[in-house]
C-alpha cells in the first residue's frame, strides 16, 4: 500500500490542477512556489508529506524553462522531505518533438529531460499523448501515457458531425489519426507536410480522398498553427466540404490565432492540457478538460489499479 495521497501544483496550468483536485475531492497541497531576486525560482513544501503518495501537476509547456525547473524544484524538495512515491502528472512534456538526432551535433531534448526528472527523483510519470511514443523508452521508471481520445469522442459523439474523414496533417500524427479512424470506424487520408522553416511547413499533396468531404484534422500540438492551417488550405483545394481540427495539446504562439480566423478550419477543438491565454474575442476554440481523465488515473495509479481502461 501506498501511502496518503497528496497533490501539488505548480504554477503553469492552475486551473487544471484545480479541476483535477474537485474531479477528486482531494485539496492541493500547500506549498510556496516563488523568484528570488535574482530569477531563480524558490520552492518550499509548507506541509508534512512524510511517507506520502505525492503526484506532483504540472506541464511543461508553455513556458518550457520555467515550468520544467519549477517541476524538477517541486519533486526534489518533496523527495527531500521524504515522500515515499513522487509522480509527475505533466499533461504535455515540453521538449518531446527533438527526440532524435536529426541533423548532426544537436540534443536528444527529449531525453534529457527524462534524465533530469528522474535525476530529480520522480518514481512515475503521467501524461497524456506524447510526441512520440518512444519517449516512454527513454525512462527507467514507469510511465503513463495516456490518450485524450476518450475526451474527443465524447464530443464528436455529440455533435453528430456526418460520416466525416479523418485527415492528419503530416505523416507524424498518422498514428494518432489511425487510432481516430480504427475506433469510430471512418476512413482516413493524409497531407505530406514539408517544414521548411520553424514557422513555416509546405503542404503537397493529399493521399486519400477528401473531395465533397466532411473533415476532422488530428494532431497531438497546434503551436504556431503552420502545419494545420497548410494542411487545410491543400484540403479545401481538393474539395474538402468543412474542416474541422481536434488537437491534444492547444500550444498556439506566435502567428497561431491569426493563421487560424484566416484558414478554412471552422472549429478548433483542444483541450485544457496547457494554460491557453487567448486574448483575441473573435477567436474561441473549444476547449474539453482532460481533469477527469487524468484524476481517474491518479486514484487509479495510487489504488494500484489497471491504467489501460482509460486509454479509450
Ligand atoms: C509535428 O510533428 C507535430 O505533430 C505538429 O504538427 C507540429 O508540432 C505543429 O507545429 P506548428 O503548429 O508550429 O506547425
Redesign the pocket.
Known amino acids: 500500500m501506498h501511502g496518503e495521497l497528496k497533490i501539488f501544483a505548480g504554477n503553469a496550468n492552475p486551473e487544471l490542477c484545480r479541476r483535477i483536485s474537485e474531479s477528486i475531492g482531494v485539496p492541493l497541497g500547500d506549498r510556496m512556489v516563488s523568484t528570488f531576486p535574482d530569477g531563480e525560482i524558490q520552492v518550499r513544501i509548507l506541509e508534512n508529506v512524510r511517507g506520502g503518495d505525492v503526484f506532483v501537476i504540472q506541464p511543461t509547456v508553455p513556458d518550457p524553462n520555467e515550468s520544467l525547473m519549477e517541476l524538477l524544484l517541486l519533486i526534489d524538495a518533496l523527495k527531500r522531505a521524504s515522500a515515499q512515491r513522487v509522480t509527475a502528472v505533466v499533461p504535455c512534456y515540453g521538449y518531446a518533438?527533438q527526440d532524435r538526432k536529426d541533423l548532426p551535433r544537436v540534443p536528444i531534448s527529449a531525453k534529457l529531460v527524462a534524465n533530469l526528472l528522474t535525476a530529480a527523483g520522480t518514481d512515475r510519470l503521467l501524461t497524456i499523448d506524447l510526441?512520440a511514443g518512444q519517449i516512454q523508452g527513454f525512462f527507467d521508471i514507469p510511465v503513463d501515457n495516456l490518450n485524450a481520445f476518450p475526451v474527443f469522442k465524447q464530443y464528436i459523439e455529440g455533435v453528430r458531425l456526418d460520416s466525416p474523414t479523418i485527415v492528419s496533417?503530416?505523416v507524424?500524427?498518422m498514428k494518432l489519426a489511425s487510432l481516430f479512424c480504427t475506433k469510430l470506424d471512418l476512413p482516413l487520408a493524409t497531407v505530406d507536410k514539408r517544414r521548411v522553416g520553424d514557422?513555416e511547413?509546405e503542404a503537397t499533396t493529399v493521399i486519400g480522398d477528401v473531395k465533397g468531404k466532411k473533415v476532422i484534422l488530428v494532431?497531438?500540438?497546434?503551436?504556431?498553427?503552420?502545419?494545420?492551417t497548410a494542411a487545410a488550405r491543400i484540403l479545401r483545394e481538393q474539395g474538402a466540404e468543412k474542416i474541422w481540427a481536434f488537437v491534444v495539446h492547444g500550444?498556439l504562439v506566435g502567428p497561431?490565432v491569426e493563421r487560424i480566423k484566416k484558414s478554412q478550419i471552422e472549429r478548433l477543438v483542444i483541450t485544457d492540457s496547457v494554460r491557453t491565454e487567448i486574448e483575441d474575442p473573435d477567436f474561441e476554440p473549444t476547449v474539453l478538460s482532460v481533469a477527469d481523465l487524468l484524476g481517474k488515473a491518479i486514484m487509479r495509479i495510487h489504488k494500484n489499479e489497471s491504467v489501460s481502461s482509460l486509454f479509450w
Open positions: 518533438r510526441h496533417p503530416d507524424g500524427a514557422y511547413v494532431d497531438d500540438i497546434v503551436s504556431t498553427a503552420g502545419s494545420l500550444i497561431a
